[in-house]
Nanobody, 128 residues
Framework: QVQLAESGGGSVQSGGSLTLSCAVS????????MGWFRQTTGEPREGVAA???????TYADSVKGRFTLSRDDAKNTLYLQMNNLKPEDTAMYYC??????????????????????WGQGTQVTVSS
């Protein structure tokens, strides 16, 4: 059973930066297909970025060039470095793990039940 715990959210001004972390337990970060999603109130979750087992990454067009997804195998942790944040990036951000690639749902709105493992989420608020 994979368990995920996000941290690092907060409130920043437009143009600021935040780094989200997702600590993985119950399995290794490198043996899972993983990604970051975000959700605003009343909306489905949107795939933001995904990482394959080989470390290759996929990004939604809305965050490409601003967000960087990475993992530290030694720390068993997934990261999302977010730069040049915009008010439209305001959302609850969720870490996810799956048995198949999440790249197919990057930039796509999905029901949470489509992905087997979720963290509890961390709030990111960007003010203009």
């Amino acid at each position: 059973q994979v368990q995920l715990a996000e941290s690092g959210g907060g409130s920043v001004q437009s143009g600021g930066s935040l780094t989200l972390s997702c600590a993985v337990s119950g399995d290794t970060v490198s043996s899972n297909y993983m990604g970051w999603f975000r959700q605003t109130t009343g909306e489905p979750r949107e795939g933001v970025a995904a990482i394959e087992k080989d470390g290759s990454t996929t990004y939604a067009d809305s965050v490409k060039g601003r967000f960087t997804l990475s993992r530290d195998d030694a720390k068993n942790t997934l990261y999302l470095q977010m730069n040049n944040l915009k008010p439209e990036d305001t959302a609850m951000y969720y870490c996810a793990a799956a048995w198949d690639t999440l790249s197919v749902v990057v930039g796509v709105l999905i029901p949470p039940g489509n992905v087997p493992y979720w963290g509890q989420g961390t709030q990111v608020t960007v003010s203009s």
